[in-house]
């Protein structure tokens, strides 16, 4: 076999249909988010705006996270020295598990490197915990949560993006006396929408089932305390594990899981993704501690982020723009078409200084293809209109259709 032609045959057709993923340079100026520095492959540099960030509150540039961070690296120097069985459990993981327990109102909380990790290595792990286990899992879910299901290697059954009467179905048709587990998300970060969780615990509750609930695109930003959706629902004592990330609300790196401590005691002891990885470095596990504990006591970055998010919303339907609308933070706008998709991020970023990546199957279904757009605290009226102003522009110079698709 000719590997090298393989490589190059594999490639081609992601360029062919406008699927290739770009990767661009990018410096992030401290104090100066969302406004970046583009470093282009011939040398020279571009002042952009970045408008697809998951920094959603700007708390990577926040001088609570960053002195917090100094004081650890000070203290302590860079990494974390091992695995967290073996040397790489510090103060400032144990701080930082017991500030994610207060915040999710659980007894205790489990450190990740990352979201997907411990997504991947909890739902993989709890069939030697409930043998027989089936989990019943939303066809939307994240790639996570997907890939550690199909590694859990018990049943699943998939039901439609919430569609509570379609689970019930499916629930009914199983053993009654089945370990049973619901998995889903708070809010949806494709379409911005929001999991009927009451609904869906009622189910739980009905047929004994336990609860999977990812708050990733949710924590730090919704609930009186940031604890996500689950909070301002009031809803966290029905949820039995909850998922969720430092690298977006809360501006660094690492996820977790925050659950029952002999939950999280068994996850800790059994998951080989938790006890082979090395523990995040202390100097991250110091700014994320501030990081939640500054948002546990502060509404203002919160009600700003709604408030920017609603004005884009408003502004982009004004002009007609195809945008989904569920009422959170995020707002994507439908193009429906993968090489157009590209044209627009591409004419975007070289001609208004505005980065976007297009976001295109298998990411969102085919003709869904779409620019996600991530408003933030940081992203006033003077980035605003500038957006608007291009996308109008663009809109037209593409003759793209302006008929606002039903959200």
Known sequence: ??????????????????????????????????????????????????????????????????????????????????????????????????????????????????AYNANDATLSTLHQLFPGLIIYSDELNHASMIEGIRRHGGQKRIFRHNDVAHLRELLEADDPKAPKMLAFESIYSMDGDIAPIKELCDLADEFNALTYLDEVHAVGMYGPRGGGVSERDGLVDRIDIINGTLAKAFGVQGGYIAAS?????????YAPGFIFTSSIAPAVAAGATASIAFLKQDQTLREQHQLQARILKMR??????????????????IVGNPVHTKKLSDMLLEDHGIYVQPINFPTVPRGTERLRFTPSPVHGPKEIDALVRAMDELWSHCALNRAELAG
Not at 16 to 45: L, S
Not at 58 to 78: K, R, S, W, Y
Request: aromatic letters at 6%; proline letters at 3%.
């Open 1 to 114: 076999m000719d590997y090298s032609a393989k490589l190059d045959q594999a490639l081609q057709t992601l360029h062919d249909e406008g699927r290739y993923r770009t990767f661009i340079d990018i410096e992030r100026k401290k104090g100066q988010f969302p406004h970046a520095v583009w470093r282009k492959e011939d040398g020279t540099e571009k002042n952009i705006t970045v408008w697809c960030g998951n920094d959603y509150l700007g708390m990577g540039q926040h001088p609570v996270v960053l002195n917090a961070m100094h004081e650890a690296i000070d203290a302590t120097g860079a990494g974390s020295g091992g695995t967290r069985n073996i040397s790489g459990t510090t103060v400032y993981h144990n701080m930082l598990e017991a500030e994610i327990s207060d915040l999710h109102q659980k007894d205790s909380a489990l450190l990740f490197t990352s």
């Open 261 to 269: 401590e002999r939950l999280c005691d068994a996850i800790r002891s």
């Open 316 to 333: 982009l339907k004004g002009l007609g723009m195809p945008i989904i609308d569920h009422g959170t933070h995020i707002v994507p706008v």
